[in-house]
């Protein structure tokens, strides 16, 4: 056997570790709940630091509550992270970023093994790493305590920002105890995730190696009406915002029908739509919605991206509204490295595991890390595709054998076989 390859005790402590993980923030329809800094989020996290500290890793907290477990092998030197996130959706699933962290807490707890036992000499030190908030649901945008350690939003507005009930960021990591000043020094990224889509499965593949993201342009939009009473106001009178934001739903689904070509899909949604005052008898004064649309082509998003905003213009004349664009969120259309992607493959060969190359449509915090560090992301099947959604479901194999890939990639990765050391 492969010396990286997991023995049935390592199988089991995975299985046992899932479970147990799974406990926190768990919903009656077999999901979890772990918006990010709420309670649920913190005994996680918690319960994430007592397992690494039990194998003697260092678990330290930055400015915005990214969490990390560092292993120093090779003092003075960089580290390699290896992660996802402990945060979920509301009413979310199991897996979504919490398998990426257990599957890397995993391997780098079997490589310290290989290191004592002398199979293994690391030229890097290892920080598994929980990042915080990649869900965005509570506080936006998503993915943003990976994008604070990119340099790609400040950490004192990521701090300040509220969420819904105006509690912030901030006060949300000191009530849970999980914010600090640690910082890291990084060579390379590596993550593991479920896909989230059902390429993998239908193609009977065990391994994606993630060969591209899609480009996403995300909008907040506020639609402005005017209050009034829904019978006696006439409808020549009305400026209903409830009105031009459902119009605005309906324009982006058209957009993705009629945009979609042959070899670049386009797939648009809006997935939060707020009313004010959303009282039954009143026309509403205002519709805070979010709308997002994607593409494996720069052309084709940007195609589709000016038609939505010409039928924004369209559509504040027929209902009488005005339409505001709000914060924006957009990543690019970008490629993981290539030799990341053959090392991959090369581990996958080695243990036998059927792989194929895969886009990811989801944007990961991978997605931010690939723009600043060599980055590897790799995915294991999801029954169907199903995804933000308790119904969410890994086979235990397939778990187990992407922990198997992780841990032997990362040894290659930490043994400097993708990166140089120094
Ligand atoms: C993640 O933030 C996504 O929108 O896919
Ligand atoms: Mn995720
Ligand atoms: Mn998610």
Redesign the pocket.
């Known amino acids: 056997m492969n010396p990286s390859q997991l023995s049935t005790n390592d199988s089991a402590a995975f299985l046992a570790d899932f479970r147990s993980m799974s406990t926190f923030g768990a919903t009656a329809g077999g999901g979890v709940d772990r918006q990010a800094g709420t309670a649920a989020d913190g005994q996680v996290r918690n319960w994430f630091r007592g397992l690494m500290e039990g194998h003697g890793f260092d678990v330290r907290y930055d400015a915005v509550g990214n969490q990390f477990a560092v292993l120093e092998l090779v003092p003075g030197a960089p580290c390699i992270a290896v992660g996802s996130h402990l945060d979920s959706q509301p009413l979310g699933g199991k897996y979504d970023g919490a398998y990426g962290v257990l599957a890397g807490a995993h391997a780098a707890i079997r490589l310290l093994r290989q290191v004592r036992s002398g199979e293994l000499a690391a030229q890097f030190n290892i920080a598994v790493v929980n990042w915080f908030n ?3 649901c509570r506080f936006k945008p ?2 943003m305590g990976s994008a604070v350690f990119t340099g790609k939003l400040p950490a004192a507005r990521v701090l300040a920002t509220t969420d819904p009930a105006g509690t912030t960021v901030r006060e949300a990591l000191e009530s849970i105890g999980t914010v600090g000043e640690f910082t890291l020094d990084l060579a390379a990224y590596v993550e593991i995730h479920i896909e989230q889509g059902r390429s993998l499965e239908d193609a009977g593949l065990t391994i994606g190696l993630v060969e591209s993201t899609w480009g ?1 342009n ?1 909008y907040e939009f506020i639609v402005h009406g005017e209050q009034a009473h829904t019978g006696a106001t006439v409808i020549a009178d009305r400026h209903d915002a409830l009105l031009g934001a459902s119009a605005l739903v309906m324009a982006a689904r058209e957009i993705a029908d009629t945009f979609s070509t042959a070899e670049h899909d386009v797939i648009t949604s809006c997935g939060e739509f707020t009313v004010f005052p959303n009282s039954p008898v009143v026309v509403a004064s205002r519709v805070e919605l979010l709308v ?1 649309v994607r593409s494996t082509d720069a052309d084709v998003l940007a195609s589709a991206d000016a038609e939505l905003h010409r039928r924004i213009a369209a559509i504040e004349k027929s209902a009488s509204v005005r339409i505001e664009r709000g914060a924006e969120h957009i990543w690019a259309a970008k490629a993981y490295d290539q030799a990341g992607m053959v090392l991959a493959a090369e581990c996958a060969e080695e243990l036998g595991l059927p792989y194929g190359t895969v886009r990811t ?4 915090d991978s997605t931010n890390l690939k723009d600043v560090v060599p980055t590897i992301m790799l995915f294991v099947p999801s029954v169907e595709g199903i995804s933000h959604n308790e119904k969410e479901f890994t086979h235990d194999a397939d778990m187990l054998s992407g922990a198997d890939l992780l841990t032997s990639l990362l040894g290659r990765v930490v043994a400097g076989g993708f990166v140089p050391g120094k």
Do not use: I
């Not at 449509?361 to 990961?364: D, R």
């Open positions: 990649e869900e965005g998503s993915m996403a995300k997002d449509l989801a944007g990961h």
